[in-house]
């Protein structure tokens, strides 16, 4: 066991009225399991109300601010507690994200699309699967080309609309040019271990997806995406070694939005065990 090095990189906080338990218990976890530290990425708040019932309110920002401030202090000297945002993108929001995200200074910016969401359906559900995938992962281009972001969240989350119609082989060229756009950019793409619950059961992005980022050189950050304390850091190990497969041989996370890289090998080396599978609770695929 070497000393820690691994952050948890994305987790969330009851402002967004879908996640339980207090900063505080959600950093305890991530000391217990070894990590150096963890980044908050809380539901940023969003313009006209758009998607209000899943995340903070507007007026609600400072305070987000001063509670993950406090659970800093909390465990100063133990953890290394930082402040960070998952924002979620679609053409038009940018100005308001901009703004936003220069209001405290933030450690680690996500970029969601959360296709399931009523409001982003409503401007661009087209009535079929092909089409809204399609539309999906142009938005994935244009939020990493748009600069507001380090890490582009769940990368292939459109997958759970409709597991059954998933085709990885019919999206594959949208894909590459997608990738491509991608890695001009620099921002990295995240290992969302939570994709395990979700109407297809497996890691966003898929170990297929994960071959063509690494072989355009896009670098990898892995997030538990917990909503509840028990799932910090879930599913490290086995994300790792998915990225390893791929032909990884780095993870990285952010601190103070600048990427920092360490080897997986020693990343395994400092996380003991896999956190039990009895911890693992069920979350509506519709959740975000
Ligand atoms: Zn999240
Ligand atoms: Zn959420």
């Given at each position: 066991m070497i000393s820690p090095l691994l952050y948890e990189s994305h987790c969330h906080t009851p402002l967004c009225k879908h996640a339980v338990g207090e900063p505080d218990e959600y950093a305890a976890v991530a000391l217990a399991r070894g990590f150096k530290g963890i980044t908050f990425t809380c539901h940023c708040p969003l313009p006209d109300?758009?998607?209000?019932?899943?995340r903070m309110a507007p007026e609600e920002y400072d305070d987000y601010v001063a509670m993950i401030a406090a659970t800093r202090e909390a465990f100063a000297g133990r953890l290394d507690v930082r402040l960070g945002l998952e924002s979620d993108f679609y053409p038009g929001v940018e100005p308001w994200l901009e703004k936003l995200h220069a209001r405290a200074p933030l450690s680690h910016v996500l970029g969601s699309i959360?296709?399931?969401?009523a409001d982003y359906r409503k401007l661009?559900?087209?009535?079929d699967f092909l089409s809204y995938q399609k539309i999906y992962f142009e938005h994935l281009a244009l939020s990493a080309e748009s600069g507001l972001f380090d890490t582009l969240a769940h990368p292939d989350l459109i997958k759970n609309e409709s597991p059954l119609e998933w085709d990885f082989e019919k999206i594959r060229p949208q894909l590459a040019r997608t990738l491509d756009r991608i890695a001009a950019t620099g921002v990295a793409m995240e290992l969302n271990t939570?994709?395990?619950?979700?109407?297809?059961?497996?890691?966003?992005?898929?170990p297929s997806q994960l071959v063509m980022m690494r072989e355009r050189g896009i670098p990898v950050v892995i997030g538990a995406d917990a909503h509840v304390p028990e799932r910090v850091g879930d599913g490290y190990p086995t994300a790792l070694r998915l990225l390893q497969a791929a032909g990884y041989t780095e993870v990285s996370f952010f601190l103070d939005r600048k990427r920092q890289a360490i080897s997986i090998l020693d990343a395994l080396s400092q996380l003991e065990s896999e956190p039990s599978d009895g911890l693992h609770l069920a979350s509506p695929s519709l959740m975000v």
């Open positions: 109300g758009f998607s209000a019932s899943v959360h296709y399931q969401v661009y559900y087209t009535g939570s994709g395990v619950q979700k109407s297809l059961p497996e890691m966003n992005p898929s």
